[in-house]
């Protein structure tokens, strides 16, 4: 079966690893272009090489919940309300869910280490601009920036580890890649407790100027440790090659994203007017992805792998279904419950758990439908137990319904990785990793404007019921899905 990177749009053996031993050295083969320094080869999928990838890919979703403990705090210091401070969570949202497969192409093309260390300088630079922000349009800038500049650390990660592959002559293990997903849920399930000690400790600006030690941290471990970029293939004349960026496909997605974006951000007053133009950029889009020789999208390899595509609508309902959970029923334990924001923060400790736990597990199961299965089957229990809670539910229930959103977060999470890595061709990894991700975020958006359509003006046991019960059809909707998919069926 050929390797390149043409090859194989449908899904690719994968030979899992065993339970013995770590990356077995490579023998025979000398330093290459990928070689750290000192003598001989360097060891497969080493600890050096996943730590800077992992420190930068914890920023951006440590970013999207630290924030939560400090917008009170920001408002107070701009004499702003809440309808103004959401925004601060809204364009991180937005900024990543264009910037993620943008920043992918450019990893696939300029190579994943460039653009990974341009993101950390970003990041750095988004940082110093909060920490120093004289007013609140400032903060919306810094944030813009911050979300642009943590986007390149996860698909930037996949490529770097898709050119370690190639290296090696073996699948990334699911073990690296459950790493990946640790570091998201782990720096997510702490970012409002570490959020809530800085503002604490040093004021709301800690939440910003914490990025830049991160980052720097990141970059220097990544210019010691991650190899250089593999040289790109040269043209059939030995000219260099050109890159394809496709900057009009690029223009094209970002802004019909970003008008989706803009529609679903407030669903409890549509602005219908918004579709029309979304449906003509995304036919332009189309039309341009087609006629063009090297799309940034390419629709011919979505319409004919069927299987990666399925994974992005997978990834998005899953998050869909968590981020109704994660932000709606904590909001309804404070206001219809009446327990304190820490009270509170301790009840979602077992879906936090819970989530770190399952990553681990998932990342030890060898086949993809099995997980996402009991995924599934998780995701509609604990909406259907969202169902009957009242303001008399024991507490035992209320933690019981976290833990089911929980465990399904760790899988989802480590089984869509590894599928896109599965799925995608090789030499688009890096923006399929980035659609993965958009996917994410656009289910984040959307539930968002949920959870605004179920509470109206305040939370309340009725809004909970709603959004539960819409939860619940999507939640079997999503197992359809799952057990329907035939690729997955080949994976078990």
Known sequence: MPTGPGAGLGPRPEPEPGPGPGPRPESGSGPGPGTGPGPGPRPGFSARL???????SLLNPLNTTMISTALVSIGHTFAIGAADTAWLISVLYLASA????????????LGPRRVFLAGL????????????????????????????????AYPAAMAVLRDESRRLGRPTPRPVLARLSFAALGSAAVGPAL?????????????????????LLAFGAALRWVPADPPRERAADGSAPKLSLDPLGIGLFTTAL???????????????????????LTVVLVRWQLRTPRPFIDIRMLAGNGALARTYARHGLSYLLIYCVMYGYTQWLEEARGFSSGHAGLLMLPMSVTALVCSLVGARTKGLRAPLTVACLLLTVGAGILVFLSGDTPLAVLLLAGACFG???????????????????????????????????????????????????????????????????LAVLLTVLTLTDRALRART
Do not use: C
């Not at 996943?50 to 930068?56: C, Q, S, V």
């Not at 975020?441 to 819409?470: E, K, Q, R």
């Open 50 to 56: 996943t730590a800077p990838l992992l420190m930068g």
């Open 98 to 109: 264009v910037a993620q497969p943008v920043l992918g192409k450019l990893a696939d093309t």
């Open 121 to 152: 300088v970003v990041v750095v630079v988004s940082g110093l601009v909060g920490t120093l922000a004289p007013g609140f349009g400032t903060l919306i800038v810094s944030r813009l920036l911050l979300g642009i500049g943590t986007s390149a």
């Open 258 to 280: 970003t008008v989706l974006v803009f529609f679903l951000l407030d669903l409890a007053h549509p602005q219908w007017w918004l579709l029309a133009p979304f449906a003509v």
């Open 195 to 215: 959020g809530g000690l800085l503002v604490s400790v040093v004021g709301w600006r800690g939440i910003f100027a914490v990025n830049v030690p991160v980052a």
């Open 407 to 473: 465990a399904p977060q760790g899988l989802i999470g480590t089984s869509n990785q590894a599928a896109v890595q599965a799925y995608a061709p090789p030499g688009n990894i890096g923006a399929a990793a980035g659609l993965q991700r958009t996917a994410q975020y656009i289910g984040a958006i959307t539930a968002s404007s949920l959870i605004a359509l179920a509470y109206a003006d305040a939370a309340s046991d009725s809004g909970l019921h709603l959004m539960a019960a819409v939860s619940v059809v």
